[in-house]
């Protein structure tokens, strides 16, 4: 079955840091890539999406590029904020609109 | 208007009492879905029901029943709890076929089993 691997966390960065979250996925063919984040206490939420090979998908200053060849679709946001502090997933998505989550990544951004 | 609710929002219970959890979406959406997330933050997905008829069912006790009585409403149901069954359950739901389209999640119900 799809399977992910996601950096381990928590990820501690200091306010405008650069992040990098890194994913790899192994699945059948070539699946529609999602990041959810989720806030302390809430559920997810949708990110960002890439449906296709070379795709960028961004939102709210974060990208990630659907890279095929190395079957990774990595987070990056040039200039982290207090509020960007949550867990992040990554989550390729297969047939039946089963999403395959990550372990999580937690961001932590310090002042 | 919230998308997909889930009552309650806490559960504390005894091992071996029965509970559910229920879930409603006003979206349209024909598809629903529950997850379990562990304390490390691990989700996974339990069921998932497309139009009240269940599509996926990955490896869970046949303690956990859900049921869907119309698509807008799938309700966890758990027999006989067990210090194990600790976690936060999540309901989601998507549009159906013709995606990909994006999960929207209710806020968690947090359960606790003493």
């Known amino acids: 079955g799809d399977s992910v691997t996601q950096m381990e966390g928590p990820v501690t960065l200091s306010e405008e840091a650069f992040l990098t979250i890194n994913c790899t996925y192994t699945?059948?063919?070539?699946?529609?890539l999602f990041w959810y984040v989720q806030y302390p206490g809430e559920g997810l939420q949708l990110l960002l999406k890439a449906t296709k090979a070379d795709d960028k998908g961004s939102n709210k200053g974060f990208e990630a590029t659907y890279r095929k060849e190395t079957t990774s679709f990595h987070l990056e946001k040039g200039s982290v904020q207090v509020s960007d502090s949550a867990v992040y997933f990554c989550a390729p998505l297969g047939g039946y609109q089963k999403v395959t989550f990550g372990t999580g990544t937690k961001l932590q951004v310090i002042p | 208007d919230t998308a997909v609710s889930q009552t309650p929002k806490y559960l504390v219970t005894q091992m071996g009492n029965d509970k559910s959890i229920k879930c409603e979406q006003n979206l349209g959406h024909d598809t629903m879905y529950w997850y379990k997330q562990d304390s490390k933050k691990f989700l996974k997905i339990m069921f998932s029901?497309?139009?009240?008829?269940?599509?996926i069912n990955e490896t869970v006790p046949n303690r956990f029943s859900p049921k869907s009585p119309d698509k807008a409403h799938l309700n966890l149901h758990i027999n006989s709890l067990e210090l194990g069954d600790s976690a936060v359950y999540f309901c989601?739901?998507?549009?159906?076929?013709?995606?990909?389209?994006?999960?929207?999640f209710g806020p968690g119900t947090r359960l606790t089993v003493t």
């Open positions: 029901y497309n139009n009240k008829e269940l599509i």
């Open positions: 699945a059948t063919g070539y699946p529609s």
């Open positions: 989601a739901s998507s549009q159906a076929s013709g995606g990909p389209y994006e999960q929207y």
